[in-house]
């Protein structure tokens, strides 16, 4: 079982368990977080949603064996992939999401947050959004969230450059609210998970759709140019080099592009 799933005391849990593959994501991971955030949003007894990895390891990004063996469309007119469906999941669900991050948060692994209401990091988290240095380009609308979080300059660094950052950069960005030490922060995330039990949940609902109604429609148009982009990308020249030297275990080579 790679993800586990558990409700207690209001809270829904999803927890990234692959900790012998750095947590990296495949596509029935994909599946199994997306059925669980859709039961979460529909179980009366579920108050809030709790997303967590392994002590050391949010996650390590997509599982790039599975990932080019089972390349994920994300296109407007493709089916939905497992990776498109835990996007929508997540962007879909009414109920407060807590994000609990320790270790290495790379790709989705740090996209994932721009969706989740509340986010705390370790001090030893280390967050990147490497798209770029594997020939392909943003994805889940974070060529909007994080230059509009980061100003262009900034995001430039995370999104061009691809540099990673810390968890108390992620505080400073607006990514996260809080860093804890690694050992504190999935017991302090499901205190503030649990909160949500005390608050009337209608208007606790209403709240958040309130919050994310003004970006609500550009999010899910720029989902779509991207992930049509993305898919076209990993069919190019320059994906296949990234991708070739990842698995040879050596430097791209882009000097003939």
Do not use: W
């Not at 540099?163 to 499901?190: K, M, Q, T, Y």
């Not at 070739?244 to 882009?254: G, L, T």
């Amino acid at each position: 079982m790679t993800i586990k799933t558990a409700t207690f005391n209001g809270v829904a849990t999803i927890e990234i368990a692959r900790p012998e593959k750095k947590n990296a994501l495949t596509q029935s991971m994909y599946s199994a977080m997306a059925e669980a955030l859709i039961a979460a949003n529909v179980d009366n007894a579920v108050r809030a949603v709790l997303i967590t990895g392994q002590p050391g390891c949010f996650t390590s990004g997509n599982d790039i064996e599975d990932f080019m063996q089972r390349p994920p469309t994300l296109g407007q007119d493709a089916e939905p992939s497992p990776v498109a469906r835990f996007m929508h999941a997540l962007l879909s669900c009414e109920k407060p999401v807590v994000a609990a991050v320790t270790g290495a948060a790379v790709g989705i692994g740090t996209t994932m947050l721009l969706h989740c209401d509340l986010v705390y990091v370790s001090d030893e988290a280390r967050l990147a959004m490497p798209f770029v240095s594997l020939g392909l380009v943003p994805e889940y609308a974070s060529s909007l969230l994080i230059p509009a979080l980061l100003g262009h300059v900034k995001a430039a660094e995370k999104l061009m450059l691809g540099e990673p950052f810390s968890g108390s950069d992620a505080v400073d960005c607006g990514i996260a609210n809080a860093v804890l030490p690694a050992g504190e922060v999935v017991n302090h995330a499901r205190r503030m998970a649990e909160r949500f039990n005390a608050l009337p949940p209608s208007a606790v609902r209403e709240t958040k759709r309130l919050m994310r109604a003004p970006q609500r429609a550009q999010v899910r148009q720029v989902m779509q140019a991207e992930g049509e982009l993305f898919s076209q990308r990993l069919r190019s020249p320059e994906a296949t080099e990234a991708f070739q030297a990842f698995f040879q275990k050596r430097k791209p080579d882009f000097s003939n592009f």
